[in-house]
């Protein structure tokens, strides 16, 4: 139901991106190398007393990959196949997303092993309380701010931030993103990676002349995530046609409530038997005819395997890396628009960096003006990516990457190396 865990290619997709960028830029050498590199990489071991008073020992990491535009900035997950080389890709991704973004972070990315999905809350709470505690050292409102991920959320995001503020002797919310919104949170959080990808999707479409209204989407993942971007699509009159959960999908190309499947998915935790709607497995749903597809949901869905099946028009990216190398290639052949994860998906980024600065200033905005302000940076983003896709000749996870690189290379040049 999230955005979840990639195989192990992540890292050699992130490194491949990154490979070809800088050849296309003509990127000086010992820039790219130094951008194929980690500032910083700690791994922490995470003991916890279990309910039933056996000692478990989980293994943590933070992954803090470069700094030039300022303080690392990224997700904690929690899962049981969390690898070093996935959070290594995550944290470059975070990387280029901040710096198309134009917001003033560096990328980061952690996790912890486990199956948090078998914890009670209080085993879960410990656990949090413990990984914020051996990460202490590395983050700080103005070294490194963590945020939700895969299967951590607000309440985790308090716990965090009372750790770290009991440890330190005073209260410091700006120390996390994304938590509850009484405690120094942002109004317009929860939502913003859903509502930044819905605004990427009326970007998208205004350029190919296409109408919102009954526009027909897909969206693989409803999650926190994919049901936000069901939810303001459908706000747009767009039409829903078919959704996905981990243990399958649903399909009515006449159209699906949003407000239904929510409350379907709460009372039966799946969409099997969803009134009016064929199943489908995840595998078809990518292979649905439709104007748009979100996979909003695991990385590394779309592959060599099922490019060249897609019908959609265009494939938005709100999960991070559901696209390989390899089907990359096969969709830039089949002249297939693809806005990249990087761009898409960057309005949790977004508003964590309006949730900072409201921290920093204690002061707070209305939910207005964050959604308003989030519109302006999606939109600029779009269309600069736009722009020089069409100026070079490239896609747009080309152009993205092009403009992300080069920042965060200006940056790290104008700086230059210490000592
Ligand atoms: N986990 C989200 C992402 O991958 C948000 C990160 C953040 O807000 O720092 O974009």
């Given at each position: 139901m999230s955005q979840g865990i990639m195989t192990h290619s992540a890292w050699q997709t992130a490194l491949t991106q990154l490979d070809s960028t800088a050849k296309l830029m003509m990127l000086p050498e010992d820039v790219h190398q130094t951008l194929r590199n980690f500032d910083r990489i700690l791994t922490v071991s995470v003991p916890v007393r279990m309910d039933d008073g056996f000692l478990r020992v989980f293994t943590g990491f933070r992954v803090q990959h470069n700094a030039s535009r300022g303080p690392y900035k990224g997700g904690v997950r929690y899962h049981q196949e969390v690898t070093l080389d996935d959070l290594k890709a995550l944290a470059m991704e975070m990387t280029w997303k901040c710096s198309l973004a134009g917001v003033p972070f560096g990328g980061a990315k952690g996790g912890v092993i486990c199956n948090p999905k078998t914890f009670s809350k209080s085993e879960l709470e410990r656990l949090t309380r413990r990984y914020t505690y051996a990460i202490m050292p590395i983050i700080g409102i103005e070294k490194d701010i963590p945020a939700p991920d895969v299967n951590t959320n607000e309440q985790i995001m308090a716990w965090m931030m009372d750790t770290y503020s009991t440890n330190n002797g005073y209260c410091t919310p700006g120390i996390v993103t994304g938590k509850p919104v009484n405690v120094g949170g942002s109004l317009g959080r929860t939502d913003a990676t859903g509502l930044g990808i819905a605004f990427t999707i009326a970007s998208a479409i205004k350029h190919k002349k296409m109408n919102l209204k009954g526009l027909k989407v897909v969206i693989q993942g409803y999650g926190n995530v994919g049901s936000a971007v069901g939810k303001f699509l459908s706000e747009m009159d767009c039409k829903i046609i078919a959704v996905s959960s981990s243990k399958g999908g649903i399909y009515n190309p006449k159209g699906l409530s949003c407000d239904a499947l929510i409350n379907y998915y709460r009372e039966n935790g799946s969409f099997e038997h969803f009134p009016h709607a064929e199943g489908v497995t995840n595998e078809s749903l990518l292979e649905l005819s439709c104007d748009v597809l979100v996979p909003a949901a695991m990385g590394n869905q779309i592959t060599q395997e099922n490019a060249g099946?897609?019908?959609?028009?265009?494939?938005?990216?709100?999960?991070?890396?559901?696209?390989?190398?390899?089907?990359?290639?096969?969709?830039?052949?089949?002249?297939?628009?693809?806005?990249?994860?990087?761009?898409?998906?960057?309005?949790?980024?977004?508003?964590?960096?309006?949730?900072?600065?409201?921290?920093?200033?204690?002061?707070?905005?209305?939910?207005?003006?964050?959604?308003?302000?989030?519109?302006?940076?999606?939109?600029?983003?779009?269309?600069?990516?736009?722009?020089?896709?069409?100026?070079?000749?490239?896609?747009?996870?080309?152009?993205?990457?092009?403009?992300?690189?080069?920042?965060?290379?200006?940056?790290?040049?104008?700086?230059?190396?210490?000592?």
């Amino acid at each position: 139901m999230s955005q979840g865990i990639m195989t192990h290619s992540a890292w050699q997709t992130a490194l491949t991106q990154l490979d070809s960028t800088a050849k296309l830029m003509m990127l000086p050498e010992d820039v790219h190398q130094t951008l194929r590199n980690f500032d910083r990489i700690l791994t922490v071991s995470v003991p916890v007393r279990m309910d039933d008073g056996f000692l478990r020992v989980f293994t943590g990491f933070r992954v803090q990959h470069n700094a030039s535009r300022g303080p690392y900035k990224g997700g904690v997950r929690y899962h049981q196949e969390v690898t070093l080389d996935d959070l290594k890709a995550l944290a470059m991704e975070m990387t280029w997303k901040c710096s198309l973004a134009g917001v003033p972070f560096g990328g980061a990315k952690g996790g912890v092993i486990c199956n948090p999905k078998t914890f009670s809350k209080s085993e879960l709470e410990r656990l949090t309380r413990r990984y914020t505690y051996a990460i202490m050292p590395i983050i700080g409102i103005e070294k490194d701010i963590p945020a939700p991920d895969v299967n951590t959320n607000e309440q985790i995001m308090a716990w965090m931030m009372d750790t770290y503020s009991t440890n330190n002797g005073y209260c410091t919310p700006g120390i996390v993103t994304g938590k509850p919104v009484n405690v120094g949170g942002s109004l317009g959080r929860t939502d913003a990676t859903g509502l930044g990808i819905a605004f990427t999707i009326a970007s998208a479409i205004k350029h190919k002349k296409m109408n919102l209204k009954g526009l027909k989407v897909v969206i693989q993942g409803y999650g926190n995530v994919g049901s936000a971007v069901g939810k303001f699509l459908s706000e747009m009159d767009c039409k829903i046609i078919a959704v996905s959960s981990s243990k399958g999908g649903i399909y009515n190309p006449k159209g699906l409530s949003c407000d239904a499947l929510i409350n379907y998915y709460r009372e039966n935790g799946s969409f099997e038997h969803f009134p009016h709607a064929e199943g489908v497995t995840n595998e078809s749903l990518l292979e649905l005819s439709c104007d748009v597809l979100v996979p909003a949901a695991m990385g590394n869905q779309i592959t060599q395997e099922n490019a060249g099946k897609i019908k959609a028009k265009m494939i938005v990216e709100g999960a991070n890396g559901p696209t390989t190398t390899e089907a990359d290639q096969i969709l830039a052949e089949r002249k297939m628009p693809v806005v990249p994860d990087i761009l898409a998906n960057a309005g949790g980024a977004i508003v964590s960096y309006f949730e900072w600065v409201q921290d920093v200033q204690c002061y707070f905005w209305c939910e207005h003006e964050v959604n308003t302000r989030l519109k302006n940076l999606m939109d600029r983003s779009y269309e600069a990516v736009y722009a020089l896709s069409r100026e070079k000749k490239r896609d747009m996870r080309a152009a993205a990457m092009m403009i992300a690189v080069k920042k965060v290379a200006d940056a790290l040049l104008i700086r230059g190396i210490y000592p």
